[in-house]
């Protein structure tokens, strides 16, 4: 009720002594503009949810309603500072993802690296054209069909002291996806805006990581491309070589993503890194599994895989562990080349794809694979329908316990 020019608002939670990240998160969406704190304590966790439960992606509105900021008070300023990173971090996520393909397309990603690279001194490095043929044949060749402004390129950003432990973090940047030749219903089109959303993934996770100074020789992988249809399309049947060398026989052209993926995951085995994290929209096997809010987690290490499901419990950002069955790996053969893109039993696919992958990282590499689906169907308190960030924040709490800052 309102006294005199200050508010007082009454609002339960479930567990006061245990927060979660979202139990405050629908007051920030439905609270008139002002400055709140909580009553008894700091908003410890909660504090994230009400940043992000604020967020409007309103670009293309011109109804946008002007809101002021809900600002909620707290003592813990070392913590406050960690949430607002966490919480941009996300937000530029659902920014990159929400964003249509033709203003988002390849040369929108490298943009953003660019920014981000400038930001924090790190080396940017950006490869296309002839370049991108000889280097990273895949991404060439799922990428060619596009039209010359969204022209296919592997953004690379390199950062931190060659001396610390190498991490490799990847993003799946099919900028928009038609399902090439076999080409995708338009029903099943309507959201491949959102299939670069593990490039936007692995950027806001790399400016986590420079933002605090983690003690890491980070190389961050961004093959971004276009699968489009056109005339020079590559054709189910074709024979890819790639980075690798291994020959890959296309079963199906709309499992784009792990062969621009597998070029990428080549590149950062190349120098034998402690550790690689992927992230992709790769599977809709991964959601007819684990519905829209579990990514998919696959990893070599147990260890790795378990210090990676406990930050997701810990962050509130839970993801969840499938295999990579020896057994099933015979499903990808193929009768004339080293491998097939795709199966065809139907059974299995996300872990069938994770094995894929798998094929083109080093042997004794420490590897972790996400099968994110990037987007919110449905509006949750502080988590809006739209692009979202899954399995960012378990991703970022693991790595800060794996390289604490100095």
Not at 168 to 180: E, M, N, P, T
Request: negative net charge.
């Amino acid at each position: 009720v309102p006294d005199g020019d200050h508010w007082f608002v009454v609002s339960g939670v479930a567990n006061p002594d245990n927060l979660s990240s979202w139990c405050m998160a629908k007051l920030a969406e439905v609270l008139p503009a002002g400055t709140y704190r909580r009553a008894d304590g700091d908003p410890g966790k909660a504090a994230f949810g009400w940043v992000t439960g604020q967020y409007r992606f309103d670009r293309y509105r011109s109804d946008a309603p002007e809101e002021g900021p809900r600002v909620l008070l707290t003592k813990e300023a070392k913590a406050i500072d960690a949430v607002l990173a966490e919480a941009a971090a996300v937000e530029l996520v659902r920014d990159l993802v929400n964003t249509p393909a033709e203003d988002m397309g390849p040369a929108e990603l490298e943009a953003v690296a660019t920014q981000i690279a400038k930001a924090h001194r790190a080396e940017l490095h950006v490869t296309k054209g002839d370049a991108l043929e000889r280097d990273y044949p895949m991404v060439h060749m799922v990428g060619r069909a596009a039209n010359r402004s969204h022209a296919p390129r592997m953004i690379e950003i390199e950062w931190g002291d060659p001396k610390h432990p190498r991490l490799a973090i990847i993003g799946k940047g099919v900028c928009f996806d038609s399902g090439g030749l076999d080409i995708k219903p338009s029903s099943a089109m309507l959201l491949m805006k959102k299939d670069m959303g593990g490039a936007a993934h692995a950027l806001a996770l790399a400016e986590l990581i420079m933002q605090a100074n983690l003690p890491v020789r980070l190389h961050v992988l961004v093959p971004a491309v276009e699968n489009a249809v056109s005339g020079n399309a590559f054709r189910p049947g074709d024979v890819l070589r790639s980075r690798a060398g291994i020959s890959v026989e296309i079963g199906n052209t709309d499992a784009e993503g792990r062969l621009i993926l597998a070029d990428a995951l080549t590149r950062a085995g190349e120098a034998k890194p402690d550790l690689i994290i992927d992230f992709a929209t790769l599977t809709g096997a991964a959601r007819t599994a684990l519905g829209p809010d579990l990514p998919a987690l696959m990893a070599r290490e147990n260890a790795t895989a378990d210090a990676l499901l406990h930050a997701g419990e810990e962050n509130d950002d839970a993801v969840w562990r499938l295999p990579l069955p020896n057994a099933y790996r015979e499903w990808l053969k193929s009768d004339i080349a080293d491998i097939n893109n795709s199966h065809s039993n139907g059974f299995a696919g996300a872990s069938v794809a994770g094995l894929f992958l798998d094929r083109f990282v080093p042997e004794g590499l420490d590897w972790a694979h996400f099968d994110t689906f990037a987007w919110r169907p449905v509006a949750k308190p502080g988590r809006p329908k739209g692009g979202d960030a899954l399995s960012l924040r378990a991703a970022w709490g693991m790595l800060r316990k794996r390289y604490p800052a100095h």
